[in-house]
């Protein structure tokens, strides 16, 4: 009994050490669960941590990108253009030539001597100035035309204005890596060696620009872009162009000057087998002389060098000869833009001067006059040793505006004298002179009281500081 007592009492005891065993197994076992289940939340929240650090490393144009693209997927399909290098230059041009322009603009406005960069200037700078005139400048009715003329898919590319009428979309085409430099600096040095109203300089790992020739014929003959229309609006002359009226409460109402052209004797045969009912003596303007030397070249040009650039054209020995001059009779391969703008220079000009409200009535014309439209000159000059300043207007009688007329109004718009004398810089006209430094003032009177663009006013500062007088 004694020995049945002690083998119960033992297997007693070896049960509570079994017990106790499975406890303590049990608290390991839990112990590791709770472990793994911390390490995999801690893993969890670092997945999540990373994702919002790399979403938020982002860049914000990437996010607009995303943002714009998405916008775009739900309007509906917008059509791909690709632009080619001769296009993206020629865009490239256009958006530079705007800016250009609008410096100038500011400068005479200001009556300023210089423009308002300051030289030496970063191309970047330049570019970033020109990236935000390029949705207006995609509409200009001359870079389309000549887009069209280089071959472009004008379809697409009008279907891409409509989706965007805003110009946005074909903004997005002004790429330096699609131009025939390749990287922003390197276009801006091709553009100064081939038009050359720019000069540029190499400064260790940028481009900088030292000067702009305002006086350069391809500055001087650029006109602005017109505001980008309410509604999209397509190639001129086609179509798809807009017919929505002005909106009311548009733009000022000003003097309209129509630049015609006579053909000299020499390319009369050009405008005589491709114009319709031609007589010696018709005038044309630039738009119908371009047209009539494409439809020259197309019909009387047969031989077509082989491997053409769509942005070169085969011309004849007539035209080489009367366009680019005796000199050059033998070139056959000329680049279109160069031949368009010698070809203009080399006709006659005319030009007729409308009156806002006027319309064109070709069996009563209005006054044709002969040459290039002349420009009002407003002329600032010391007096009495540099203390006092005064203004001369002149050369205004080509606007149809009288002397008497315009010393009146001045006079009371600027509460000072103003008289009618004579000029011997312009002996077969009068002037008004008024009384101080009013330069800017009266181009902006010119426009806004006698309906006269700032484009045809000529502001000189003839002081003896050269700067606009207090």
Same mark, same amino acid.
């Given at each position: ?32 669960? #709770? ?22 490393? %982002? ?15 739900? +309007? ?22 705007? #800016? ?252 007729? #001067? ?7 009535? /070709? ?12 420009? #009002? ?25 009288? +002397? ?28 008004? %002179? ?34 606009? /007088?207090?």
């Amino acid at each position: 009994e004694q020995d049945g007592g002690g083998d119960g009492e033992r297997l007693a005891e070896g049960e509570q050490e079994r017990e106790g065993e499975d406890a303590a197994l049990y608290d390991l076992s839990l112990d590791n669960d #709770i472990s793994s289940c911390i390490q995999t939340t801690a893993s969890s929240a670092g997945h999540e941590a990373a994702a919002r650090e790399k979403e938020s490393s %982002k860049s914000k144009k990437q996010r607009q990108r995303e943002e714009r693209e998405e916008a775009e997927a739900e +309007a509906g399909s917008v059509p791909e253009v690709t632009l080619s290098l001769e296009q993206t230059d020629e865009f490239m041009l256009f958006c530079l030539l705007e #800016i250009i322009s609008e410096k100038e603009a500011e400068r005479q406005k200001a009556g300023q001597k210089f423009l308002s960069w300051s030289f030496p200037l970063d191309v970047s700078v330049v570019f970033g100035e020109m990236k935000k005139v390029a949705p207006r400048v995609s509409f200009h009715p001359q870079l389309l035309m000549a887009w069209k003329d280089m071959g472009a898919e004008m379809n697409k590319i009008v279907g891409r204005q409509d989706a965007a009428p805003e110009g946005r979309l074909m903004a997005s085409c002004l790429d330096p890596k699609r131009s025939s430099g390749k990287k922003t600096g390197k276009w801006f040095e091709l553009a100064a060696k081939k038009w050359g109203f720019l000069q540029v300089k190499s400064l260790k790992n940028t481009v900088v620009i030292t000067s702009v020739d305002t006086n350069h014929a391809e500055v001087r003959g650029y006109r602005p872009a017109p505001p980008i229309p309410a509604g999209s609006r397509g190639l001129p002359g086609s179509s798809q162009q807009s017919t929505r009226a002005p909106a009311a409460g548009g733009p000022l109402s000003l003097l309209r000057i129509l630049q015609l052209y006579k053909p000299p004797k020499g390319l009369e045969p050009v405008f005589a087998a491709c114009a319709k009912d031609y007589r010696k003596g018709t005038l044309f303007d630039a738009a119908q002389s371009r047209e009539i030397l494409q439809k020259y070249l197309k019909e009387k040009v047969k031989k077509q060098e082989s491997g053409l650039s769509p942005s070169a054209v085969s011309v004849d020995e007539l035209v080489a000869s009367e366009v680019l001059g005796k000199a050059q009779a033998h070139v056959r391969v000329v680049e279109k833009r160069d031949l368009f703008v010698k070809f203009i220079q080399k006709l006659c000009p005319s030009y007729i #001067i409308l009156k806002p409200d006027e319309q064109l009535k /070709p069996h009563n014309p209005p006054p044709i006059r002969k040459g290039n439209p002349p420009k #009002i000159v407003v002329r600032v000059e010391d007096r009495q040793g540099g203390k006092k300043h005064t203004t001369t207007i002149a050369n205004f009688e080509h606007f149809n505006l009288e +002397a008497e007329k315009m010393c009146e109004v001045l006079s009371k718009k600027f509460a000072s004298s103003a008289t009618v004398t004579e000029h011997q810089e312009w002996p077969q006209s009068q002037v008004v %002179k008024l009384a101080g430094a009013v330069g800017p003032q009266s181009v902006l009177a010119l426009r806004d009281l006698f309906k006269v663009p700032t484009a045809f006013v000529d502001l000189q500062d003839k002081t003896r500081s050269g700067k606009k /007088p207090k």
